[in-house]
């Protein structure tokens, strides 16, 4: 071989790593990431050493001594069927894509190959011989098939080859020399690997993911360690659905970084951890899968759920404390008020704190009104009534509608009319020992309290009435019948009933006077049938019967109501009053043009029930239920269910044609001046120019009924009236016989049949 001239063996001997970093073409960056899983390589080229020289193997060892004492993992060719000789001829220099594919084939996850020649050319001079030498050689990453460094290697000159030496000697001294220059090369590329950053491509497959979880996932990655603009690509979205507020995707990506595989592991779960998002990770060798583990912004949607919970607890104690200020406003009296929050606080509800503030004004209010109240309580019991009124009225300036108040208010009048006629009592218990019990029997039922003081001087009157006004009735009712004077046996019952009626242990004594007013009674027979009256009862006419007829007819018809309204049917075809036990009801008897019942048709033969005041409609119009002129007013007294007072309404013949209506009506003014009594319960009489059924405004004197005869009754028994029969007070419940002689203060009426 040719030596090479000019270059020196100690030039070459003296070589250090720092040197053999001039030669490599590529500077290499700085943190490396993960230690490089070797195969080195020989490749023949044009001037290598034969195949079979030792150099060959020497050299491949002196390399990988020094990466692996680099700490880099360094591959046995021969155990993975890769030789150093190749057929023809070793390892000629083929393609970058072949070592690749070698590499990738085997098990070991090789990720660098360094492929290098050994070329030495023999110089022969005049006094010695030189060898001129070279390592070339690349370094090829196997994931991206890229050569990330490559070296022509100097051109070396040997010179120290010792003399004599034969072929085989040469070829040890060469192969030792070429060694030294290996292991001089493996230490350069450990020390360059060492800093140099590798990128490794990966894919990743992550599915589930929110799209803000994959914002935040980018966005992390493009900060990790080596991150180059483009070096994250996302290859493909599918899968993308709307899931409750946010939209879910699967999407995959080529990550290219100088992370390895278990580091990448490590900031993938680590940025899914920092963002909150629950995935599962998994990889082998370069792929990674991330798969989104339960709902995505479960935590948020917790946490709004929450949220929503405590804002609607707010809104819920917000509402309440509204209600209980709405219902403390709406509390009539600082007790309710108290009694109001007392109850909450019984319920465990906390008061606001302005509650406390008029709680205590409120306290302060009740013991104001308590105080009152016992002061007018303690005044009422001494029966020190201005007094008691002046704490009563401070009392109700400050709590009107306090129960306590409200009764004592209601109560003093009568606590105070109670000691007046307690009082009066005493006063008059000589001279009128029945007036003086019935204003004891009056003041005890205002007072019950005062009932065990008075009771003994209310026995004591009780048997002077006994001795006094009872048994004078008696005596002189006995002797009016035993001379045969009924009404003035009733008039002396009455007045002895008047004296004793109401009170207490005097029962028997009335029992009594009330059987002896049933024999006087017994003595008179009483008028019967309808009658018409006379004196002051001279527009009152009366029937008596269970069923009234009402219709055409005139004042003359005994036992009914006749009008002479042409139009309506005659009486007995136009309408009636029928009279049982539950009281009165009126019915249409099938009448020709009807009758209207308050403005409703009657339907023929089905009754409708009478209470208070009513208005019947006679002659009118079935077909368009127009009612007729003639209109009666008919009202049942109080008390009084089964008996009837019927007049005709002037009222609206006011608006009618006079002519007309006096053809229609020829008896018109006969009939308005007439009443109709369907009697049978009494019914109260007023007095004025006659003698009528009272009206609710008018005071009544006495009181006419039917019960198998007429009689008359005071509307108080025992209480004057004015009214007397044959000259006798009615007292008490009095029949009416024929020839009787009545009168009202002194003006005469009377009773007479048809």
């Known amino acids: 071989m040719r030596g090479l001239p000019g270059i020196s063996e100690a030039w070459w001997l003296g070589l250090k790593p720092w040197a053999l970093l001039a030669l490599l073409v590529l500077t290499l960056p700085a943190a490396a990431t993960e230690r490089w899983k070797v195969l080195i390589v020989a490749e023949s080229v044009t001037d290598s050493l034969p195949s079979q020289h030792p150099a060959w193997q020497r050299v491949d060892q002196a390399i990988a001594e ?50 290098y020649s050994i070329t030495a050319t023999e110089q022969r001079g005049p006094a010695v011989k030189r060898w001129q030498v070279r390592v070339p050689g690349r370094m090829v990453d196997v994931a991206t098939a890229e050569v990330v460094n490559q070296w022509r290697g100097g051109e070396d000159e040997l010179s120290d080859q010792p003399g004599g030496c034969g072929e085989a000697c040469l070829r040890d001294w060469l192969a030792d020399r070429l060694a030294d220059t290996g292991a001089n090369v493996g230490a350069v590329l450990a020390e360059q690997l060492g800093v140099y950053t590798r990128e490794f491509v990966y894919q990743a497959q992550i599915n589930g993911l929110a799209l803000a979880e994959f914002d935040r996932l980018e966005a992390a990655l493009r900060s990790a360690p080596g991150y180059s603009g483009g070096s994250l690509k996302m290859r493909q979205v599918r899968d993308m659905h709307r899931e409750w507020l946010h939209t879910r995707a699967s999407r995959s990506y080529e990550f290219r970084t100088p992370l390895g595989a278990g580091q990448l592991n490590v900031l993938l779960n680590g940025v899914l951890d920092d963002a909150g998002i629950d995935a599962a990770v998994r990889y082998s060798g370069r792929e990674f899968s991330v798969e989104r583990q339960g ?31 709405i219902a403390l406003s709406r509390a009539g009296s600082p007790r309710e008020k108290l009694a109001y929050l007392d109850r909450l606080s019984a319920r465990g509800i906390p008061w606001l704190p302005s509650w406390r503030g008029r709680a205590k004004a409120w306290r302060e209010r009740v013991g104001k009104v308590d105080a009152a109240l016992s ?34 208010a209601e109560q003093l009048p009568r606590l105070r009319k109670a000691a007046a006629l307690v009082a009066g009592a005493k006063d008059q218990q000589d001279a009128d020992p029945a007036a003086a019990a019935h204003a004891l029997a009056e003041a005890m039922s205002l007072d019950p309290t005062r009932k065990p003081a008075l009771q003994p001087l209310m ?82 006419r009366i029937a008596v019967d269970d069923q009234v007829g009402i219709g055409r007819g005139s004042v003359a018809d005994t036992g009914a109501v006749g009008v002479g309204y042409k139009r309506a049917s005659r009486i007995g075809k136009q309408a009636r009053l029928l009279r049982d036990r539950q009281g009165l009801q009126v019915e249409d008897a099938g009448s020709t043009n009807g009758t209207q019942f308050d403005g409703q048709l009657l339907a023929p033969n089905k009754p409708a029930r009478l209470h208070g005041a009513h208005e019947i409609a006679l002659g009118g119009n079935r077909e368009t239920g127009a009612s007729g002129a003639c209109r009666l007013n008919l009202r049942i007294p109080p008390g009084a269910t089964n008996s009837a007072v019927i007049a005709c309404d002037p009222a609206p013949l006011r608006m009618l044609d006079a002519a007309q209506l006096a053809a229609a009506w020829p008896s ?23 003698l009528l059924p009272a009206r609710e405004c008018e005071q009544a004197v006495i009181a006419l009924g039917y019960d198998n005869g007429y009689f008359l009754a005071p509307i108080e028994e025992g209480s004057p009236s004015g009214v007397r029969i044959d000259g006798e007070p009615v007292a008490t419940r009095t029949p009416i016989s024929a020839h009787a002689q009545l009168s009202a203060n002194g003006r005469p009426f009377g009773l007479a049949a048809w």
Not at 90 to 114: F, T
Not at 680 to 688: H, N, S, T
Request: net charge neutral; proline share 5%.
């Open 668 to 690: 018109q003014k006969e009939d308005l001046s007439v009443v109709w009594l369907a009697l049978a319960d009494p019914v109260p009489l007023a007095l004025g120019e006659a």
């Open 459 to 540: 026995d004591t009157l009780q048997g002077r009435l006994r001795l006094g006004a009872v048994q004078q009735a008696s005596q002189l009712a006995q002797s009016a019948m035993g001379q045969g004077h009924a009404y003035t046996a009733l008039r002396a019952v009455g007045q002895g009933i008047a004296a004793i009626r109401g009170l207490d242990g005097m029962a028997a004594e009335l029992s009594a006077l009330r059987k002896l007013a049933d024999q006087a009674r017994a003595m008179i027979t009483p008028i019967t049938g309808p009658v018409r009256g006379t004196g002051l009862l001279e527009r009152l």
């Open 375 to 408: 002061r007018a309580e303690r005044a009422a019991k001494d029966e020190d009534f201005d007094h008691a009124a002046q704490a009563l009225s401070e009392a109700e300036a400050l709590e009107p509608q306090h129960p306590a108040v409200k009764a004592l």
């Open 295 to 325: 709902i995505p912004y479960l935590g948020r949607y917790l946490g709004l759920l929450l949220l929503l919970v405590m804002m609607m607890a707010a809104a819920w104690l917000a509402r309440g404390y509204r209600q209980h200020e």
């Open 66 to 115: 020094q990466l692996t004492a680099a700490g880099f993992s360094t591959y046995d060719k021969a155990a993975l069927g890769l030789t150093l000789a190749c057929a023809k001829p070793p390892c000629g220099n083929r393609p970058v894509a072949d070592y690749v594919r070698w590499a990738k084939e085997q098990q070991g996850g090789i990720d660098l190959i360094v492929i």
